[in-house]
Nanobody, 129 residues
Framework: QVQLVESGGGLVQAGSSLRLSCVGS????????MGWFRQAPGKEREFVTA????????YYADSVKGRFTISRDNAKNTVYLQMTSLKPEDTAVYYC??????????????????????WGQGTQVTVSS
């Protein structure tokens, strides 16, 4: 089974940028569709973005569209989340998630946390105003 490890979080000022990385060990990540979710204190975990196995399809929450970019480098077994124009409301623990699937899946399935079986431990992102 794949193991996922996130890195790249930190404390930044509003308007700054950060790039999160999610490295997989074990089976190649090329067999997994991948997603990023986040959870702020006192709130439920929410969908941020997701990417298909090939990287050809990407999906974003409305709140991050135009500011965040998901990408993957299957040769490096890594998925990235480039975050720009960060806002205080982006403050959360960010989780990388993976789902092994032989199918492309529906758009709704990409956005649902219940789709993903494998999860990283999370990385904290704090944006100060």
């Amino acid at each position: 089974q794949v193991q996922l490890v996130e890195s790249g979080g930190g404390l930044v000022q509003a308007g700054s940028s950060l790039r999160l990385s999610c490295v997989g060990s074990g089976p190649p990540l090329s067999s997994y569709r991948m997603g990023w979710f986040r959870q702020a204190p006192g709130k439920e975990r929410e969908f941020v973005t997701a990417i298909s196995r090939s990287g050809g399809d990407t999906y974003y929450a409305d709140s991050v569209k135009g500011r965040f970019t998901i990408s993957r480098d299957n040769a490096k077994n890594t998925v990235y989340l480039q975050m720009t124009s960060l806002k205080p409301e982006d403050t959360a623990v960010y989780y990388c998630a993976g789902d092994w699937t032989a199918f492309s899946g529906t758009v709704a399935s990409y956005k649902s946390a219940s789709t993903y079986y494998y999860w990283g431990q999370g990385t904290q992102v704090t944006v100060s105003s």
